[in-house]
């Protein structure tokens, strides 16, 4: 199902505030990312791979104007068979966070990328959802999940983390005008309490470990030199002739 108060709040300009982080983020990450096929999850409402150079790109979907309609946890996809897996805001606003990242491990080919959006719940943004007053719809009804959280997830199911950006340090104002004043922290967080970022990005690549082929070690009766020798001279005595 589609997640309520997304299509509304994308258009605010706390929404445009936090797409726009992360599709410059995003593109920047998946441009250097190559294979055969690729897929973002969800949030259909954006293309999060545009600036990916891999051939066949799909958005898979539960709602919405996707390539694939689905159910996250059920990918209509072979074992090992994407390249590359991106989503934004899937897990934190999904009941079963968990079967989605098996499904994920389960499609994507040995040494496959996934990049994974996420509010921080370590951040002004979770500060504000504890606080009095605080709206009940998106984005402050879902489930954050930390970084620490994710990473634990990821390295369960064989995902080695490759990289960790944060961003959108200003307070979640709803009116342009304060979020332009706050625009003067954000590189100052960056710099200063790069951890405290109201959104989160990861990149991690699914391990495959190697097996080691036993064979069985065949013996073979080897000849001593010295016989070898012997033999070679004895073929050579010419008064053998």
């Not at 990918?75 to 994407?82: E, R, T, Y």
């Amino acid at each position: 199902m589609s997640i309520p108060g997304l299509d509304s709040w994308l258009h605010s300009a706390l929404g445009r505030y936090v797409m726009d982080w992360e599709q410059t983020t995003i593109d920047s990450v998946v441009a250097d990312l190559f294979g055969y096929n690729a897929v973002q999850l969800g949030m259909p409402e954006r293309d999060l791979l545009a600036h990916n150079r891999i051939p066949l790109r799909q958005v898979a979907s539960p709602s919405g104007h996707a390539d694939v309609l689905c159910d996250l946890r059920r990918l209509p996809f072979a074992a090992q068979s994407i390249d590359l897996v991106v989503m934004s805001h899937v897990l934190e606003f999904h009941e079963d966070p968990h079967q989605i990242l098996r499904e994920v491990e389960r499609v994507l080919i040995p040494e496959g990328a996934l990049v994974v959006a996420g509010f921080n719940p370590v951040s002004f943004w979770g500060l504000r959802r504890r606080l009095p007053g605080c709206p009940s719809g998106f984005p402050w009804n879902g489930r954050y999940l930390s970084v620490a959280r994710l990473k634990d997830w990821l390295q369960l199911l064989g995902f080695e983390v490759e990289k960790g950006i944060f961003g959108c340090y200003s307070p979640p104002c709803s009116h342009e005008r304060w979020l332009s004043r706050w625009r003067v922290v954000e590189s100052a967080g960056a710099r200063w309490w790069s951890f405290a970022g109201g959104v989160y990005l990861l990149q991690a690549t699914k391990r495959v470990h190697g097996m080691r082929l036993i064979v069985p070690a065949w013996k073979q009766q080897k000849v001593p030199s010295k016989v070898l020798s012997a033999v070679s001279k004895k073929q050579g005595d010419p008064h053998e002739q």
